[in-house]
């Protein structure tokens, strides 16, 4: 009776198995009824893998709670560039545009900062007005993200083509060394950096949370780990059908790019916009800031690795409209996030630049 409890509230897993094996059945058959049906398949596909990821992030959060900060939102993190990462590196084996990792971590940016923060700042300051958060957290994120960005995506534009690989053999030492020194602040004796002290009413109200949806650790372990190995085979099959239904279709080289973005992004927007709205602005600082500077520290060097390995470099550098929005998103987040406190007028700050990234995609720009 437990195991069938058990499949009924992992349903969206079972289901996405159940995708994966009638993709497996029907692959040849879909892509030879061309290219309106493969983008039907492919969006039912990221669909799925939406849905998957959710209940991944679901598992992420139930860890994160029992942890704690900052603990808890390395878990959430973490999962969703797991996952980013692994449909990267299936969708690069097939055929794909050469600034597809570009373009993705740059859209995942895009997507965490200005989409994420920015509308769960603006529902939350009006609801709450101000909400307090530890300014250091904000100053940490921004200043390793501005650092991760430059020396992965704006100095290889100036990188002779025939000495690639001996800077990105550099690249991804430097974003290990990045990731290990900050992995140590944010589980050592600077963990302070990344939590803050909410009032005891607040603390009891959360620790009620925490017990009435607690599940066993070694349970939400394996479901994570068991979801992320059905998300990597769905997204095989979602790179087969996307590639044949956009090809010569003129779609902009970008929408792949926001479609893989937007999937690892998805958990961490309901996450984020829970916190919000229940006054924890540290939560979703630490999961917006945080999902972009993993997803740069930690996609980069992957993806790199495989570049050296195949021999094929990826176009890393960003184009001048890329660069000048990165630019203007982590000035607005410097000085937003500067001094301890959110509030909607920032929210909507970066959610114009949200829709203006977005706007600028379309444009294909």
Known sequence: MDIVSRLKDEMFLVLAMMVAAVAYISEHAVLEMGRGISLIAAALLVATIVFASVRVAHHAENLAIKVGDPYGTMILTLSAVAVEVIILAIMMSGESSPTLVRDTIYAALMLDINGILGLAALLGGLKHGEQPYNDNSGKTYGVMILTAMGISMVVPEFVPADKWHFYSAFTILAM????????????????YFFSYAYPRSERAKADRQQHSREEP????????LIGVVIIGLLAEFM?????????????????????????SAAPEILTALRAALRNRMQATVNIAMGASLSTVILTVPVMEAIALYTGQPFIMAMTPVQTVM?????????????????????GMTHFILFATFLMLSALGL
């Open 217 to 224: 650790t070694a349970a939400s372990i394996a479901t994570i």
């Open 239 to 263: 790179a087969t059908f996307m590639t044949q239904g956009l090809r010569h279709t003129g779609a902009p080289v970008a929408l792949t790019a926001i479609v893989v973005a937007a999937i």
């Open 326 to 346: 990165v630019a203007i998103t982590l000035i607005a987040a410097a000085i937003n996030l500067n001094d301890g406190e959110t509030n909607a007028i920032e």
């Open 176 to 191: 290990i060394a990045l990731y290990g020194l900050f992995l140590r602040m944010q589980v050592g004796k600077h963990s």
